[in-house]
T-cell receptor
Framework: RKEVEQDPGPFNVPEGATVAFNCTYS??????FFWYRQDCRKEPKLLMS???SGNEDGRFTAQLNRASQYISLLIRDSKLSDSATYLC???????????????FGRGTSLIVHP | NAGVTQTPKFRVLKTGQSMTLLCAQD?????MYWYRQDPGMGLRLIHY???????AKGEVPDGYNVSRLKKQNFLLGLESAAPSQTSVYFC?????????FGEGSRLTVL
């Protein structure tokens, strides 16, 4: 079982739709949480950090539920340009101690169609 | 502003050949990482470094070696390439919680 789990999708939605992705993690000592976006054959780029209080950036809302060990990403009013893979990233404590390791989920594919 | 630069961007190797991927960052970051990305597998950590002169194993280190002799450079070596090492390799450096990636190196082992 991977330490960070995501539904690979694809999620196929029309423009203007609201879509939500979840991500679960196994290590309760995980420190920090992020969503990255990856376009086809490109490098991942930070979309947003995720805080316990929830945070919003325009059409994007991220939330963290530490008790249930999952994070979510909500995209409102989907645009064609939102089509990409969304990667959940959890900073987990290294076994050797003293540092945290960014650990990726497998990614969720989103396709927004006209 | 170069950020993170990976070389080469593409390479085709024969089984048994060796090669080195270079990652260079100009942001003075302490932490650097090498990941590989395969279809359906997401990014998996190969090795990482928490500072100049230090390296540690990640999730899939077998068949790879690394060195961090200078803070700005993190080298990934394949001593004897195997077809299972055909992949896209991403290097990243970290500041706080944010990772900064290179554009990736696409390696094919025949």
């Amino acid at each position: 079982r991977k330490e960070v789990e995501q539904d690979p999708g694809p999620f196929n939605v029309p423009e203007g739709a609201t879509v939500a992705f979840n991500c679960t993690y196994s290590n309760s000592a995980s420190q920090s949480f992020f969503w990255y976006r990856q376009d086809c054959r490109k490098e991942p780029k930070l979309l947003m950090s995720v805080y316990s209080s929830g945070n919003e950036d325009g059409r994007f809302t991220a939330q963290l539920n530490r008790a249930s060990q999952y994070i979510s990403l909500l995209i409102r009013d989907s645009k064609l340009s939102d089509s990409a893979t969304y990667l959940c990233v959890v900073n987990m404590a290294a076994q050797s101690g003293g540092s945290y390791i960014p650990t990726f989920g497998r990614g969720t594919s989103l396709i927004v169609h006209p | 502003n170069a950020g993170v630069t990976q070389t080469p961007k593409f390479r085709v190797l024969k089984t048994g050949q060796s090669m080195t991927l270079l990652c260079a960052q100009d942001m003075n970051h302490e932490y650097m990482y090498w990941y590989r990305q395969d279809p359906g597998m997401g990014l998996r950590l190969i090795h990482y470094s928490v500072g100049e002169g230090t390296t540690a194993k990640g999730e899939v280190p077998d068949g790879y070696n690394v060195s961090r002799l200078k803070k700005q450079n993190f080298l990934l070596g394949l001593e004897s390439a195997a077809p299972s090492q055909t992949s896209v390799y991403f290097c990243a450096s970290r500041r706080g919680g944010e990772l900064f990636f290179g554009e990736g190196s696409r390696l094919t082992v025949l």
